[in-house]
């Protein structure tokens, strides 16, 4: 059962909210294999499928005006932040109408209105960005803070060390959020990282580090919260590593064979959305039937977003050139 | 009118711009109580403080990722990389992510960065530490890249490449940085991607920009006495390129050679004279040819190094060839 911390006294309706959002981010996901392999969408597609209750956790934990920043893997981050799934879809098809203009695709999602300042193809290299923004949003006192995602593989690169110092050192409202799902495309943590417990690496820099179970979305809330409070307040950078799980393989062309059936099922068996509705049921007293309307909501609005990207136009050819700079 | 150093039009135009506009910020190794490893931001973190003037880790990469976002977060960051060489760190961050982020997310995201970066050979300083990586930046899409020659430009592109809401490459010269030059007084600006035409000539165009704008007056007071009159088009940056220029000055001259300091092989150079030879072959003379570094790491050794970089004698050689 969940480690419910009952401190947290969330409203019902937020429970249903948090159960909703990772029930959309999970059907939409699960729409699109079937869609590449018809050629409605090309290049790379890397699926949230399993890791959902991260990005809503986090989402929730956040003010409207926050940033998120990301990697690849973020079709559900953009979507946990509000975006509609039309625009995203639309996105992944290369239509006029996708949220990048057909010009980011599944990598490059971002929104200004939502402040999601992009997903990026380069592992790690959105990190230093983040503490730029905290930097931005502590120099103009916004009161803002930054939730910053991206997977184990780039708790690797050399520009996490950077990042994670500068934003130590500036003491910037930053929340490093690692996505630990084991791997790094083929190749495991264990294999990869001479530290496996992934959240000790931020004592370099005496940055609070915590880890936290990456399939319960309720606690992902919780800690985020805190992080951010403590940011919001002035405390400075915080890094979380949450321990997740993607269902399917790295990208769509990888089937995944590097990770055995047992651990497959184990990590099957901890799936964050029956979790949270195997609680919703047993102790906020929601009926079985109202988890499976949202699921019916949720699943025509994948298919309202697919017929949405399906209709949109191509973009036109004049597009090309344009958006290279905002003068001349 | 005053007399000045490009290191003073330079800390000119950082203290106008961080006086006029409390968004800009200055970020780098050494910039702010150490005054910059070459003293061009001077006074700065005196007169602006730690919050605007920010001394930074050596990280390059973090530097400009951090400038990056701040940009992104409605700031108007400078970011110095001490010298251009260790650009090459910040690669990635400079590449697939400040020049990109406009385009890839359809517009939706704007960069407002300039990265300062000096550099250049000439002092022994050996092969990791005498580049001069203009023509390596043309090549990528979405970010502009100036340099400057004289005191005057250096002050009012740099004020014009900070106002401006796309990112800037402005790459100095360390070369130059004691080069004194009339510098009028007031605000100056000057719009990036318009060339200068810094001696007028009716025989042949030398097309050049940063330290080898120098070396092309040089070459031309020689030629001056052999009956040669050269025209000396700086081209003050390369993103934008004033091609038109370009094409007006050979269409008078109907001689072209491009000056660079940076290798033959792949650079600007080549650029310039396949554009040449694609809008007006016709007016043409002679081939352009093309003067630069010899494709070589640069060498400790004095005499060698002075061999690979190109000196006024190499224009002059060249310029004769074309009569």
Redesign the interface.
């Known amino acids: 059962m969940l480690p419910i911390d009952d401190g947290l006294k969330l409203e019902i309706a937020e429970l249903l909210q948090m159960y909703r959002d990772m029930v959309l981010l999970r059907e939409f996901e699960e729409s699109c294999p079937k869609l590449y392999s018809q050629g409605k969408m090309g290049g790379f597609l890397h699926l949230y499928s399993g890791e959902e209750a991260v990005g809503v956790g986090a989402s929730h934990a956040m003010q409207d005006g926050d ?1 998120m ?1 990301s990697a690849y893997r973020e079709h559900g981050h953009i979507i946990a932040r509000g975006a509609d799934p039309k625009v995203i879809m639309a996105e992944l098809f290369g239509k006029a109408t ?7 695709g599944s990598m ?5 209105e939502l402040n999601f ?2 997903g ?3 592992v790690g ?13 502590k ?2 006192q916004t009161g803002q803070v930054v939730v910053c995602l991206f997977g184990d593989g780039a708790t690797n690169q ?2 996490f060390h ?2 994670m ?2 934003a130590a ?2 003491h910037v409202p930053v929340i490093f959020i690692c996505e630990n799902n084991g791997y790094g495309i083929g190749t495991s943590v264990e294999r990869a990282s001479s530290v496996t417990e992934l959240y000790k690496k931020s004592c370099a820099y005496e940055t609070p580090g915590n880890r936290v179970d990456g399939m319960n979305v309720l606690a992902v809330y919780q800690l985020v919260r805190e992080a951010i409070a403590r940011a919001r307040e002035g405390g400075g950078p915080s890094y979380i590593e949450a321990a997740t799980y993607r269902f399917r393989g790295h990208s769509i062309s990888d089937p995944g064979n590097y990770r055995s059936p047992q651990e497959k099922k184990i990590w099957q068996e901890r799936d964050p959305i029956p979790k949270l509705g195997k609680y919703l049921q047993q102790h906020k007293g929601v009926a079985p039937a109202q988890l499976e309307t949202i699921l019916a909501e949720e699943l025509q609005r994948v298919a309202a977003a697919i017929e949405f990207a399906e209709a949109s136009p191509e973009p036109a050819a004049d597009q090309l050139m ?7 | 009118m005053a007399e000045i150093t490009t290191r003073e039009a330079i800390n000119q135009a950082l203290h106008e711009e961080l006086e006029r506009d409390e968004k800009i ?1 200055l970020l780098g190794e050494d910039v702010g109580l150490y005054e910059g490893s070459f003293k061009v931001s001077k006074g700065l973190y005196a007169a602006f403080g730690e ?1 605007r003037v ?1 001394d ?2 050596i ?1 390059e ?15 108007r ?1 400078i970011a110095e990389i001490m010298t251009v060489n260790f650009a090459i760190v910040a690669m ?2 400079i590449v ?2 400040v020049a990109k ?10 960069v ?1 960065l300039v990265i300062r970066a000096p550099g250049g050979g000439g002092n022994q300083l050996g092969a990791q530490h005498s580049h001069s990586l203009e023509g390596l930046f043309m090549h990528f ?2 970010i ?1 890249v100036v340099c400057p020659s004289f005191p005057a430009d250096a002050k009012g592109l740099l004020k014009t490449a900070i106002r ?3 990112p800037v490459l402005f790459l100095e010269h360390e070369e130059l940085y004691g080069v004194k030059g009339d510098v009028p007084d007031g605000e100056l600006l000057i719009p990036l ?1 318009v060339a200068d035409i810094k001696r007028a000539g009716r025989d042949v165009t030398l097309i050049a920009l940063s330290k080898m704008v120098y070396t092309c007056l040089e070459a031309a007071e020689q030629l001056a006495a052999e009956g040669i009159d050269a025209e000396v088009l700086d081209l003050r940056g390369l993103n ?1 390129l004033d091609m038109a220029a370009v094409i007006e000055s050979v269409g008078r001259t109907r001689r072209a050679i491009t000056v660079e300091e940076s290798w033959l092989t792949g650079g600007w150079g080549g650029e310039i004279a396949a554009r040449i030879m694609e809008t007006c072959f016709d007016v043409l003379d002679a081939p352009v040819l093309r003067v630069a570094a010899a494709d070589v790491s640069a060498p400790y050794n004095k005499q060698l190094e002075q061999l690979a970089i190109p000196h006024a004698e190499d224009v002059v050689t060249r310029v004769k060839e074309l009569f």
Do not use: W
């Open positions: 940033y920043i996708g949220i990048s203009r057909g010009k980011g490059h999602l971002a929104s200004a300042m992009g990026y193809g380069i290299g959105h990190l230093p960005l983040a503490v730029g923004l905290g930097y931005a949003a120099y103009q050399g520009v950077e990042a110092n500068m050192l500036y344009t958006d290279i700079y905002v003068e001349g | 910020i919050q920010i930074t880790p990280a990469a973090g530097i400009i990722g951090m400038a990056c976002g701040a940009a992104m977060g409605g700031l960051p990635d961050q697939n992510h982020i406009h385009y890839m997310f359809g517009g939706q995201l704007q407002p899409p979405g502009r401006s809401a796309d991607g934008p």
